[in-house]
């Protein structure tokens, strides 16, 4: 079965491992996921910040070329990505003004049909119930599933998953045999776009985020963001400063954490690309 | 109405669909925002600030950290019982402070930051991390930062040295 696929920038970079083991998990359950043909950035956070035009012109132009490549179903696995491309085809949508001058703009049609997924939704639809029969090594571990804001906000228009306590990514890491654990941080903010300009508003809101999974005793952090990921793995030694306590709790993208129960090598998922080490039971 | 028709809240309702008025200063805003004790004044004092109507008030949110600081986590929106579009309305002010050229100087690395990101993107269609950078640290004169981490991710192949080119990317700079 194929499926469009949008890596995003931060895919073909810092977050490299995301990638792998997204296409690893697509392989293993016979998904070939198709990337769209000369994609462009999503525009990101500061797109929306200092140009309006270009928050929607970005990521209309990645909607209209994989419209144009004939896709009608898109796995975004970047949450940003997701959020941007989400947010901007409802704009189209219910701005017909709007459709029409990005359009043109473009020179591409916009039919605004395209099915945009995150990880977690392609994973309930096409692998979900195939997942228990394949674990050959369940992720026994306890784990703070860690959706952030970008998945689940704004949520009249992702309409993904409970809005407080969304509940899809504990589903399925039960599945793959880890215990989800209930904390408070779920979709609190990590700090996002921060983390160059202010290492220090990172270092607290991700310090926080990872004090409260360690009170609970979670084991790993299950995260599908790469902004998540990165801050509250590579941003660590700023994180514990602030928390004055060295934490080793590694923080995984889920992809990795059902690679890992499904049999998959620690190199076909990246792990050795972890900040903080994920070391194996 | 008639009181509405003039000064800036006029000005942002009509640029982003946001009645400030609505806002009847619950706090839920401010008690949901990650960001709030960081900034100079936290989001429901924003709507109060807006709602004077005055040159005065207008300015002082213009040139607040608080713009800057907002990370569009849209908490305030969801927990907000009036739906007021606070995120939208931050964009706003951001591009109205960036135009008024009163953006808050302790901000101006949070804006360097943006501005290198999307010259990164003008440049190659998609984003180059060692650009960006590289950018940011020329406009913040921030050149030993960050120098730690960077040795690590290069080892493990997280930042790919030469940029990626996009075809048809003047479409987009236009």
Known sequence: MEIGFYPGCSLNGTSLEYAQSTLALAKTFGITPVEI?????????????????LAVALPAR?????????????????????????VTQHALNTNE???KNISQTLQMPLSGKLRILNVMQVIEKYIADKIPAKVVKPFTRKVACYY???????????????????QSMDRLMAQAGATPLDWGYKTECCGAGFSVSRTDVVAKLSGKIVKDALDRGAEAIIVACPMCQSNLDMRRPHIDRYLKMKTTIPVMYITQAIGLAVGLSRKELGLEKLFVKMIDD | M????????????????VNV?????????SAGCALSEDMDYPPSVVMRLLQTNSAESYHKILRSQAIWLCASCQNCVTRCPMQIDL??????LRVQALEKKAVNTKSKKIVAFHRAFLDSVRYTGRLYEVGLVAD???RTLDLLQDLSVAPRMLLKGKLPLLPEMVKGKLKIRS
């Open chain 1, 62 to 86: 990645v909607l209209a070329l994989a419209e144009k490549q004939g896709l009608t179903e898109l796995l975004v696995p970047c949450a940003a990505c997701y959020n941007r491309l989400s």
């Open chain 1, 148 to 166: 952030g804001c970008l998945l689940v906000r704004p949520h009249d228009v992702l309409q993904f998953d409970r809005l407080e306590d969304p």
């Open chain 1, 97 to 99: 003004a709007l459709r």
């Open chain 2, 21 to 29: 008025n609505r806002c009847y200063q619950c706090g839920k805003c």
């Open chain 2, 136 to 138: 940011y640290k020329l």
């Open chain 2, 2 to 17: 008639s009181s509405e028709q003039k000064g800036f809240t006029a000005e942002i309702r009509s640029a982003t669909g």
């Open chain 2, 87 to 92: 995120p939208q309305l931050m964009d706003y």
């Open chain 1, 37 to 53: 043909t000369g994609w462009s950035c999503c525009g990101a956070t500061a797109a929306h910040n200092l140009n309006h035009e």
